[in-house]
């Protein structure tokens, strides 16, 4: 049976006030799914919110009152299931998920440039990681490139036919 499948959304900092609050560090796009109530699997176990600001990155955790119990949850990550994920986070028109975009096909012109194998922030910008198709290899072409994920480059993403079309990135494969 397969794992359920976790993304790393914030972790935990040290403790802030006298009264169990912490600092924490978001790695996610959707600050809106820490709400009060809202429980997240976390490398310390469960956790249940029972405070938040999100303006001061503050929040606590029920069963976690006061400074020497919240001390305890210091560096503690915090995940969310593809579900939750689903659930909690609203996307705009034209917005993916990271997980879906990855293992799509790169097509330009109609040509199979390669496939998405990882999707990394670097400044501002969503960077593809793509795995050059072997037919491109062959020719002697890189092993690998990068194509900013703007609209730019991307054209198109069909989720359902795994495939993201793309213009001008043969010319970045060739620089590469």
């Not at 929040?59 to 503690?76: E, H, I």
Request: charged share 30%.
């Amino acid at each position: 049976m397969k794992k359920p499948q976790k993304f790393f959304i914030a972790q935990v900092g040290k403790t802030y006030g006298l009264h169990g609050d912490l600092k924490l560090h978001l790695h996610t796009d959707f600050p809106e799914q820490f709400q009060i109530g809202e429980s997240f699997d976390s490398s310390s176990g469960r956790l249940e919110i029972s405070r938040i600001n999100l303006d001061r990155s503050i929040v606590a955790f029920r069963g976690y009152d006061g400074v020497d119990y919240a001390k305890k949850l210091t560096n503690t990550k915090i995940y969310a299931s593809l579900e939750e994920t689903k659930d909690r986070c609203q996307l705009n028109e034209g917005e993916h998920f990271w997980f879906e975009l990855d293992e799509c096909n790169i097509i330009e012109n109609g040509e199979l440039l390669g496939k998405v194998t990882e999707i990394q922030r670097l400044a501002d910008v969503d960077y593809l990681f793509i795995q050059t198709d072997k037919s491109l290899l062959d020719s002697g072409f890189a092993k690998s490139f990068l194509i900013p994920n703007i609209s730019r480059y991307i054209v198109s993403v069909n989720i359902d036919s795994k495939t993201i079309d793309v213009v001008d990135a043969k010319e970045i494969l060739e620089a590469s």
